[in-house]
């Protein structure tokens, strides 16, 4: 039986954020301070407590159906695992995709151990400050093992990329598991490296040249985590990889798509509004037992979508996907990492659009 909005909502079009929102200046320089050691770990948990219900408000003002905390407590989106678990040194990989940025990441250099939860306290802050569902992100192996595992630096604690996504594995599923007995709503798991595989400058650049292999990794990847994994909606979330409004690639997701329906998952969310994306011809291939998270807001462009263009994506993408299998998201997070330099005002305006223009479709086709 397919999968439908029902698993995540009683009404049609339920709106959901991709994690982060942008940070404002004083919570980035926190995060700093606490990397660079000006303050503890705890002290630094202690601010952050104070600051981020204001998110969650922010969130619940705009109208959405799933909110995050918005992702304030961790310098990136795939960071927040090595930030959680030993083996890791600070700053050792240059660059982003695409070089948008000047960013450096961890590379794996020994054996990894869980040190903290990765996401479960954060997700516990939450519960507690919201009356809404929840939707916690998490890193998917794969992408761990291809932003943090390099040939330089991590051969001598895991020989191969492989080999530590392995490793990586039963650590996100058992923090899997102990969201779902918190009571997370919705579980996502971030693998944009996977669609970064559709634009072959990336592939040249990262010397990739087996791209079913590649596929393969991350089915496999998602798979495990989610083996056994029952009674909570689990999603992936695709996209081409931004900083400061630039995408690190480029083009139509078509040669990652059939892989998509082996994914034991039930939702996908996919950028859309942005033309990086290559537009949405290519849902014709979407699984027909997968629920689409339609990317319908573009982060990286300044004008604010009115909810009649978001019922516009929407209504081109029901061409392709029924009303039954679409909820609705940004394209990605506001701010994946913390120096991502994204307005916040300009991320509620465009979330609010989102929610109003659900209502419309609901209005119009409920």
Avoid at 168 to 183: A, D, H, Q, T, Y
Avoid at 252 to 277: C, H, N, S
Wanted: net charge negative.
């Amino acid at each position: 039986m397919a999968v439908t909005f029902s698993a995540f909502s009683s009404s049609l079009f339920p709106t959901m954020v991709v994690g982060s929102l942008p940070r404002p200046q004083w919570i980035r320089d926190v995060i700093q301070i606490r990397k660079s050691g000006g303050i503890s770990h705890s002290d630094a948990e202690a601010i952050l407590d104070d600051a981020i219900p204001s998110a969650i408000r922010m969130q619940e003002r705009a109208g959405l159906d799933y909110i995050s905390d918005g992702e304030w407590r961790r310098e990136s989106y795939v960071k927040v695992f090595a930030e959680s678990v030993s083996g890791f040194e600070d700053d050792l990989i240059e660059g982003s995709p695409g070089n948008t940025s000047s960013l450096k990441y961890p590379a794996i250099v020994s054996p990894i151990k869980l040190k903290r939860p990765i996401a479960v306290d954060e997700a516990a802050f939450l519960i507690k400050n919201t009356m809404r569902k929840t939707i916690v992100a998490i890193p998917s192996p794969y992408t761990i093992a291809r932003r943090m595992w390099s040939p330089v630096h991590s051969v001598g604690a895991y020989p191969t990329r492989l080999e530590f996504m392995e490793a990586c594995i039963p650590i996100v599923r058992s923090e899997i598991r102990r969201l779902k007995v918190l009571g997370v709503n919705a579980i996502q798991l971030d693998d944009p490296w996977l669609a970064l595989l559709v634009d072959p400058k990336y592939r040249e650049r990262e010397g990739i040249t087996d791209i079913d292999q590649e596929i393969q990794m991350s089915i496999r990847s998602v798979n495990e985590v989610a083996d056994s994994v029952e009674g909570i909606p689990i999603s992936v979330h695709l996209c081409h990889a931004h900083f400061n409004r630039r995408h690190g690639t480029s083009g139509p997701y078509d040669i990652i798509m059939g892989g998509l329906g082996e994914m034991k998952v039930e939702r996908f969310a996919m950028e859309f509004a942005t033309p990086d994306a290559g537009g949405i011809e290519v849902l014709k291939e979407f699984p027909d037992n997968k629920v689409l998270g339609l990317g319908v807001i573009d982060h990286t462009d300044r004008n604010i979508e009115t909810p009649e263009d978001v019922v516009g994506r929407v209504e081109a993408a029901m061409e392709f996907v029924p009303k039954e299998r679409l909820t609705l998201n940004p394209d990605c997070g506001f701010s994946p990492s913390s120096a991502n330099p994204m307005d916040l005002d300009e991320a509620y305006l465009k979330l609010m659009a989102m929610c109003e223009g659900a209502q419309l479709l609901r209005d119009r086709h409920g």
